[in-house]
């Protein structure tokens, strides 16, 4: 028998405003659609939804950047305002001019702009910050839903990641609660009986990945799917999952391209 | 109604050997598992049994290394047979040390010892080299299963991929056939009508990231997948298309990291 992995996308979520309650969209969405749940499932979300919910949308008029903010706007020829919001999620700043805006979030995610983010907002002056505990939302997310559904699943929020060495960008994880972000094949034999010696697979940016395939990225409105099937998941009820996912510049055997 | 993509694992194919007809076993193993093949599946199939039916099986016994394939291999501490197969299939150095050796491939990929890989290989001494020419490799499998099918597929061959930024690996792209491997959302209104300035998704390797969700990575024998109900895929006959997803020095953003 064929092992079948599904991607089902919720498309009846509709517009998600400040304060709303996402569990709750993704449980109405899922009955609209007559699927239930199931223990195992994967939820995947789409950070948007998140920011949005959990009222990280920023008007930038409402902003006043300081000093620092206003000197890379000028370095990288953007909005000081928006600069200012950028700096406040990031505790590094990477690369700075008029090519790219590249740093370490807060969180640990190296990415673009902090993450911040002007499509699918509305508002011409309203940008989405990351979420500020993208793990927290998660579980809460994950314990919402398990409470109303009895069924035990796991959740990911997705977020749209622009990568070194390729071109285009993939869904990658930056906050999940429920399952081990990383399969360690390491110590395993291979059918040959070889000791694996690197496999190390980052399951959970393959699921966010994998999401996409029916979440997109424009006007679709598909900010959410239950990936069902997967055998390879480990679940787990620990915190703070996504540091799982962070490589440190000690540990990036990239590093040195320069 | 929910938009649904399905990962088959075809995990009927067995033990590869040199010069097996990769296209005929796929055939063979959907068949066994009475799944028929549609118009617009995607399937991917992993690099290693691609390379092995491509006979780019070494055993690096047979090898007598140059002199600059010595001096790295001092400098990397690792086999000079080893890494004298490596610079056949590089065109650039990019790191190469006792932590790590990072080249540009032949064909344009940063990744580790060229692909160079030890696991799933019968023999000691024996290594599977990538492809040769991978998206003719998926070129070919694409028209065998056509013809014998009747069916419009495409293919995508996948290999594993030690990412900057982050931890653990991902499946990528190597070599494909019959999709577009990124989709362009820009010059696209998002729900509010603002116009999408950066999203550009590199789809073939969402794609590749997506089956190893059934495909695994060590023991499992399951070395293809068919990706199913995508509606988002582009069909094209254009050739050379895995060098859509290869950025250059020049135009990568995250190059100025050091």
Redesign the interface.
Known sequence: ???????????RIG?VKPHDDVSQLIIDAARA?Q?EFMNHDVIVVSQKIVSKADGRLVDISTIRPSNRAKSIAKRTNKDARVIELILRDSKEI??A?R??L?VRTRNGF?C?NAGLD?????GQTVYARLPNNPDKSAAIIKAKIEKSTGKEVAVIIAD?Y???????????TIGLAGLE???D?RG?????G?C?H??????A???A??A???M????E??PAAI?RG?T?MQPTNSPGLSK????GKK????????
């Open positions: 028998m064929a092992e079948v992995v599904s991607i089902i996308g919720l498309n517009l659609d699927i990477i690369r001019d090519v790219a590249v190296v673009l002007k499509s699918n907002v509305q749209t622009s990568r070194p060495n390729r071109v285009g960008q993939v869904e990658y972000p990383i399969i094949y395993q034999a291979d059918i040959f070889y694996l690197y496999k190390y697979v980052a399951l940016d393959e699921i990945a994998a996409e395939l029916v997109g990225q424009g006007n409105q598909i990936i997967l390879r799982k996912l962070l490589l540990r990036d055997i990239f590093y040195s391209i320069t």
